[in-house]
């Protein structure tokens, strides 16, 4: 697994993932941060700015479920100084490192009571602000005193920026006409983004489902759900369609939606504002609404510049 590396500016020194800074003094060691997660490496990267040292272990599009650690992702986090989690048991096998290491479980912190201990927060953009407040403050605590400004004044940035997106999300789906105002996707993912932008939210395998085959009895429940919900079409979290998304489609009538949603992190090769604005033009596009995807793209290009 590639680990994606930059520098960070700590303990008055520069990091650099098995580097250290040479001037007129004596070389300081480097001590290089690791990062769960696309969105955690997103919002380190972007508190921290150019001067970051960064490991991520998850790459993007990959599933956080799933993950499992490998040798080079051990010696990344033995020679960490932090290590940035989600938490919420998002990836359960990372789960004992705070035995070995310094963890920080980023959403938990932010947001300490998600309803059912659901980890995808970040899919509400004032819940990603509030890990990046969470972010910057382990940053803080081991940066030299010159680093510490910088990381407020970008935090600041951060947050302009992400409460700028929230107001652009809540325009885009109020163009949604009420009664296609709702998500169905076969996982429970987006209940946070439901929330917050009062959309209804049916994720269909843990609604009508108990897990293993899905049943003749549950596909019909499934069907008639999706039916009855006002959906135009189901939504697929890969390109390739899952075979029981291929089954409620044709049982149901109802459309796969050509363009999948992302959501356990970010698009391979975009940060977490362009997959956020990419998935809300996704549902609202596909449900009759009219989503200002050039503004969106506009908050992206801010976020990058950061």
């Given at each position: ?5 930059c ?11 098995g580097?250290a800074v040479m ?29 970051v ?27 960490a ?13 990372l ?30 953009p ?8 969470v ?11 010159s ?9 600041a ?7 700028q ?9 109020a163009?949604?006409p ?20 009062q ?16 049943r003749?009895?549950s ?46 992190g970010?698009?391979?090769?975009k940060?977490?504002v362009?997959?956020?604005v990419?998935?809300?033009c ?25």
């Amino acid at each position: 697994m590639a680990l994606v590396r930059c520098s960070l500016l700590l303990g008055g020194g520069l990091v650099a993932a098995g580097l250290a800074v040479m001037g007129a003094g004596p070389a300081v060691a480097a001590q290089p941060v690791v990062a769960a997660n696309g969105i955690l490496c997103d919002l380190v990267r972007t508190v921290a700015g150019p001067t970051v040292a960064v490991a991520c272990l998850v790459p993007d599009g990959a599933d956080p479920h799933d993950y499992r650690l490998t040798a080079r992702d051990r010696a990344a986090i033995q020679s960490a100084s932090v290590v940035f989690l989600n938490g919420y048991r998002l990836s359960p096998a990372l789960e004992r490192l705070g035995r070995l290491k310094r963890t920080v479980k980023v959403a938990e912190v932010a947001v300490p009571s998600s309803p059912g201990r659901d980890p995808h927060v970040w899919h509400n953009p004032l819940h990603a602000a509030a890990m990046a407040k969470v972010v910057s403050r382990q940053l803080k605590s081991g940066a030299a005193p010159s680093a510490q400004g910088s990381i407020d004044a970008r935090v600041a940035r951060v947050d302009s920026v992400l409460t700028q997106l929230d107001r652009w999300a809540a325009a885009q789906f109020a163009t949604v006409p009420k009664a296609h105002r709702v998500v169905l996707t076969e996982h429970d993912a987006l209940s946070s983004l439901a929330r917050r932008y009062q959309i209804r939210y049916v994720p269909l395998m843990r609604s009508f489902a108990s897990g293993g085959p899905l049943r003749p009895s549950s596909l019909r429940e499934i069907s008639q759900a999706a039916q009855a919900s006002g959906t135009k079409v189901l939504f697929s979290e890969s390109k390739a369609t899952s075979k029981t998304l291929r089954r409620i489609s044709k049982t149901s009538g109802l459309p796969v939606y050509g363009q999948p949603v992302v959501v356990d992190g970010v698009a391979k090769g975009k940060s977490y504002v362009a997959t956020f604005v990419s998935n809300v033009c996704t549902f609202v596009n596909a449900q009759g609404g009219r989503c200002d995807r050039s503004s969106g793209d506009r908050i992206a290009s801010r976020w990058k510049a950061i």
